[in-house]
């Protein structure tokens, strides 16, 4: 559906002269399609967030998220649906760890949660997955910049502990950075995953 959509917005784009030459359709096309994607992904949760009176801390969850997710990398699925999917499950997860943790962990929950995908992230990031592939040089361009990222969110967040924020935002920050981390993770356990099975079928292939 959002295939199709892409494509229409494109075909309309390029009968207003707006794309200029007509084997550019495919190209814009593909881009509308994961904008299109992404942003409802996005609206989906800032609407839970609404309804779950926790629309600051969907905002934060996304300050932390985006920036890393992009330049860190991670999982892709196959599907937007499956993609959208994901991203809900993920997203009351961290709901519901900012409405039920207890007060008295909570601040322990944000630093072992920062120090935890901090690890992750200066280990793996960048890290590509085998539905978006990654050059050599993108990775030495985005590894600087997902650390750049992840250093000035650690300042702000220490910051913030320290003069008092609400510490139950910070953590819907801090899952952000959390949720990025861990979908390096999903990607590394899928890759040794492929590599083995790719082994195993070479293997059946000498016999």
């Known amino acids: 559906m959002l295939n199709r959509l892409g494509k229409r917005i494109a075909q309309f784009f390029y009968v ?45 969850f996304f300050l932390a998220f985006i920036p890393l997710r992009t330049y860190s990398g991670g999982y892709h699925a196959k599907t937007h649906a499956m993609c959208f999917v994901i991203l809900i499950v993920v997203y009351i997860i961290n709901l519901i760890s900012i409405s039920y943790i ?19 992230i200066y280990t793996l990031a960048p890290i590509d997955d085998k539905n978006k592939r990654l050059s050599e040089m993108q990775k030495k361009k985005y590894r600087r910049i997902a ?8 300042v702000i967040v220490t910051t913030l502990l320290m003069v008092g924020m609400s510490t139950r935002n910070l953590l819907a920050f801090t899952n952000g950075q959390l949720s990025a981390s861990t979908s ?21 292939s000498q016999i």
């Open 16 to 60: 207003n002269s707006i794309i200029k030459e007509k084997e550019d359709i495919e190209v814009y096309a593909y881009g509308l399609e994961i904008l299109i994607s992404s942003l409802s992904s996005i609206l989906a949760v800032l609407l839970i967030g609404i309804f779950c009176n926790q629309l600051i801390g969907s905002i934060l």
């Open 102 to 120: 207890a007060d008295s962990i909570i601040v322990n929950a944000i630093l072992m949660s920062m120090m935890f995908s901090s690890v992750v």
């Open 147 to 154: 650390l750049y990222i992840l250093i000035a969110q650690i």
């Open 184 to 204: 390096l993770i999903a990607v590394k356990i899928n890759k040794r995953k492929d590599d083995k099975n790719e082994r195993h079928n070479f293997s059946i």
